[in-house]
């Protein structure tokens, strides 16, 4: 079965920072972009950043820009997001996805849940000020 899994959630005080990681397993066919993505409470969710998986070259919203760092391990089977300077704002379940297509920006302007492919279950990060 293919399965998009994160890690790395937490409770954190603001001005700290995470590392999140997704592991792609089962993943027999080619994937193309994967990408990170948040959504707050009462909120539509909203792309973070996105990675071309041969390439490596990345994307991200222009509000996520500064802070945020997506990246792959060597082996291309898990994603990375490092965060830094958390602010409370960013209190979020991060969800990270996978396609197979060829996606503009890697699909990060299409958050919606039917717009991608696969998708892990998300892991939370709440942060306090």
């Known amino acids: 079965d293919v399965q998009l899994v994160e890690s790395g959630g937490g409770s954190v005080g603001a001005g700290e920072s995470l590392r999140l990681s997704c592991k792609a397993d089962?993943?027999?066919?080619?994937?193309?972009?994967m990408g990170w993505f948040r959504q707050a409470p009462g909120k539509e969710r909203e792309g973070v950043a996105g990675i071309s998986i041969h390439s490596g070259k990345t994307y991200y919203s222009d509000s996520m820009r500064g802070r945020f760092t997506i990246s792959q391990d060597s082996a291309k089977t898990t994603l990375h997001l490092d965060v830094s300077n958390l602010e409370p704002e960013d209190t979020a379940t991060y969800y990270c996805?996978?396609?197979?297509?060829?996606?503009?920006?890697?699909?990060?302007?299409?958050?919606?849940?039917?717009?991608?492919?696969?998708w892990g279950q998300g892991t939370q990060v709440t942060v306090s000020s």
């Open positions: 996805a996978a396609d197979t297509n060829v996606r503009p920006r890697c699909g990060i302007d299409q958050p919606d849940q039917t717009d991608h492919q696969f």
């Open positions: 089962g993943f027999t066919y080619l994937r193309n972009c």
